[in-house]
């Protein structure tokens, strides 16, 4: 059986440093994970959402066999929580299997679920990039937690730096910000990496960015915000509509009412949620407001609505045939209410 075996800080290490670049509402299985990848001398630990990639790798104790596995983002929680259970010297032993890892350290052991599908060719894109020949760009240093400093700029921010001792100059919509670089030390560059990873990253063809990694350019991104903008703009006319006619009903007319009514509080909800998921995760409200315009462009929606509430549990039929009453219940009592009125 193939075993791996490093410290439980080595494996926390791993997991802590490739975590927060997780394709977590990318909407492709392959990458919501954090890919291990043993090449028996280190053990990586990768990580992608399509725009950023990670790698880090850590020494390990013998030469073990080639293996690799992403362990699924429900399951790196239980992983996380599990080795900080452990002392960080403690030795953990992975052992991957078909579809599942089983981490042993001492009489503790955790089986995790892992995913066998194709994860981005990592060393490819990491060695194509190094190996690209410089047009000018210079080699700076930058801390960490002073760049995490723009995320609160714009989603979308560009950036330039003419020269590696002077600032880096970050525009966003409406703004602009400088970074000082940090100096870099010692003669390490791109030459001196591509060595250090040279037995990691093997050899091959390249890999370019736009035959594994998804690239929206600018353009396609605006188009893909407007549509955004304009679900939202559409569901407020909405609201706006339905309570206007409100008042503009016969008092007389309940149903009427009624239905005005809850076409504004669904458009009203529905709006809110929009925004929630326009702030909390706006890739993957992108990807279902593609995929509702498709449904509905198809005319299809009963049929989608009615597999949706079969797959929740619930009696569509049973449903229909409530409705249909109601509606049968309010025919004869229509006729009813027209005799006592006159």
């Not at 970050?170 to 003669?187: A, N, S, Y």
């Not at 060595?195 to 990253?201: F, N």
């Not at 304009?230 to 009427?256: C, E, I, K, N």
Request: hydrophobic share 40%; charged share 25%; aromatic share 8%.
């Amino acid at each position: 059986m193939t075993t791996t075996t490093l410290t439980a800080y080595q494996l926390n290490e791993l997991l802590r440093k490739a975590a927060p670049h997780v394709g977590r509402h990318s909407g492709y299985a392959a990458i919501q994970g954090v890919h291990l990848d043993s090449d028996g001398r280190h053990l990586h630990a990768v990580a992608t959402d399509r725009f950023t990639v990670a790698v880090a790798r850590e020494r390990l104790r013998s030469n073990d066999p080639t293996w690799a596995l992403t362990v699924r983002i429900t399951e790196l929680p239980a992983l996380a929580s599990w080795t900080d259970t452990l002392n960080g010297e403690s030795n953990v032993h992975l052992s991957p299997g078909a579809d599942s890892i089983t981490c042993t350290s001492g009489t503790s052991t955790l089986v995790i679920a892992a995913s066998t599908l194709d994860f981005p060719d990592w060393r490819g894109l990491v060695r194509t990039a190094l190996e690209y020949e410089s047009s000018g760009a210079p080699y700076s240093g930058f801390l960490s937690e002073q760049l995490a400093r723009w995320e609160k700029v714009a989603r979308d921010i560009h950036t330039w730096q003419p020269a590696p001792e002077k600032p880096l100059v970050v525009i966003g919509h409406g703004f602009l910000g400088l970074q000082m670089p940090t100096r870099v030390k010692g003669d390490f560059g791109i030459a001196e990496a591509h060595a250090d990873w040279a037995d990691s990253l093997g050899g091959g063809d390249k890999v370019e960015q736009d035959q594994t990694l998804h690239h929206w350019e600018a353009a396609e991104l605006d188009e893909k915000d407007r549509f955004v903008d304009d679900a939202a703009a559409d569901l407020l006319q909405q609201v706006l509509r339905s309570t206007s006619d409100m008042f503009r009903l016969a008092t007389g007319d309940s149903g009427a009412l009624a239905a005005y009514a809850l076409a504004g509080g669904r458009a009203w909800m529905a709006y809110r949620l929009l925004k929630a998921m326009q702030t909390a995760a706006p890739d993957l409200l992108r990807h279902t407001l593609a995929d509702v315009d498709e449904q509905l462009e198809s005319g299809e929606i009963g049929e989608w609505a009615w597999d949706a509430a079969e797959k929740a549990g619930h009696d569509p039929q049973a449903w229909h045939d409530e409705y249909e009453a109601h509606l049968k219940k309010r025919a004869e009592e229509k006729p009813a209410q027209s005799a006592t009125a006159a």
